[in-house]
């Protein structure tokens, strides 16, 4: 909404205008239409003003002011100190226009207003002293260009600029550039070590008399099963199946009773290790991911019985976050993974009959801090699980020494512990050409392979230079040699 502010004269001046406009009028139409010429090239845009923010000037004017117009008084105010001086005071970012009339004299002028800088200016010297910040006003914009040392000096600066454009993020130009390296090797060494102990005792026995009139049988623990019993004649027969963990049977006989009786009797103990060592590079701030396992279809029932497929990861998994700071420090947000199949775990799919495994997870997430090569480890991800389990006849199973016939048992013992170490690395890519493992492998010919027992065969010598001897050296005979056994 413009502001129109208009000067009143004397009485006598007004009369002296009344008169002029009479005789205008009388005299025809050459009057007027010199005065809307003089009117239409007055219009043009004759200056631009430029303000500060809480900044202000004084315009002065060749003719005498009768009424003056500012388009957005939100922007500048104005205020008439007298006929031909005028004080403008900047009040926000942006632009407006101001018109002055005078008698039959029109200008007008275009007054920006831009962000006042200097005092953020004084403000990024005091927090950011070592930073290289320069800094601009763009009409209702500021503009940060230089280079910082790194993404919190960039972040600091930001965030200092937003109070002066009116916390509107869309108005900082953010030009500034982090200096020093961005990339971010990453070494993650991942050790597993489980331990399972495992003690079982179980006896299933039979006895029968010779002549087939009497016997007796055991299942217990189901380490047999009776899989065909039959009595004919006056004479009973039968016929065991024996467990895979059936691993002893003895057999004697008392009288006209023959005994046989069989033991699962375990001992065992288990040792596992994995160890992986995944290392990743990413630019600061991106994230990166690594997997060493692999994926197992999963049957997901659909309508109208269909049946798809999804895939589901296992493995050693890393995901990382990297930031690097200033003062060779990276700020790292990781998040290791370690999984597998759990069979014991799984499902039944009634649709298709089809197994699904389950997942035995372990996984964590963590933020630190630290310099370039340091090493932090993740540990204590200790499982620690015991099982007892017991199946007895009542009674008989109670009796001492002799109640071991009418009793099973088995102890299970299971222990992992997981470790992971994580060290940071700022790098650099290489200018030289890199060279592979292989390079130098040669395949063994059917002579060295065969006779001679040679895993890598002989190097050629290098092509001889025109002119002069061969310069090129083989390499010894020992050199990547192994015998096959």
Known sequence: MAVTTRIRGSGALWGLLAILLAAAVLAGGAAPAAASQLRIKDQELTQTLKLKTGQSKVLRTPFAI????????????????????????????????????????????????EVDVSLLKEKLAQVLPKEKIAVQAADESVVLSGEVSGPLAQQTAVNLALPFVGNKKDRVINLLHVGGVQQVLVEVRVAEISRQVGRRLGINFNIIDRSGNAFG??????????????????????????????????????????????????KEHRLGRLLA????????????????????????????????????????GLVFTPTVLEDNRIALKVAPEVSELDFSAGVALTAGGFAVPGIRVRRLSSHVEVQDGQTFAIAGLISDSHRTAASRYPFLGEIPILGLLFRSQEYQKNETE??????????????????????????????????LGWQQGQPKPAPAASGGPATGQSLPPEFGRQKVE
């Open 277 to 316: 060592e995944p290392n990743l590079v990413t630019t600061s701030g991106q994230e990166a991911s690594f997997l060493a396992g692999g994926e197992f279809p999963v049957p997901v029932p659909q309508q109208f019985q269909t049946i798809t497929i999804e895939w589901k990861k296992f493995g050693v």
């Open 217 to 266: 049988i055991s299942t217990i623990g189901n380490l047999t099963t009776v899989r065909d019993l039959k009595r004919a004649f006056g004479v009973t027969s039968f016929t065991q199946n024996i467990g895979q963990t059936i691993n002893a049977i003895a057999g004697w006989k008392t009288g006209s009773y023959l005994w046989t009786v069989f033991f699962d009797m375990l």
């Open 418 to 451: 997981l470790v992971f170490l994580v060290t940071p690395h700022l790098v650099k890519p290489i200018t030289t050409q890199a060279k592979l493992p292989t390079e130098k492998f040669v395949e063994p010919g059917d002579l060295e392979f065969y006779l």
């Open 66 to 113: 009768t009424r003056v117009s500012v388009a957005d008084p939100e922007v500048a105010d104005i205020i008439l100190t007298s006929p031909r001086e005028i004080y403008i005071n900047g009040l926000s970012p942006g632009v407006t226009n101001l018109s002055l009339w005078g008698g039959n004299r029109f200008t007008s002028a275009r007054v920006t207003v």
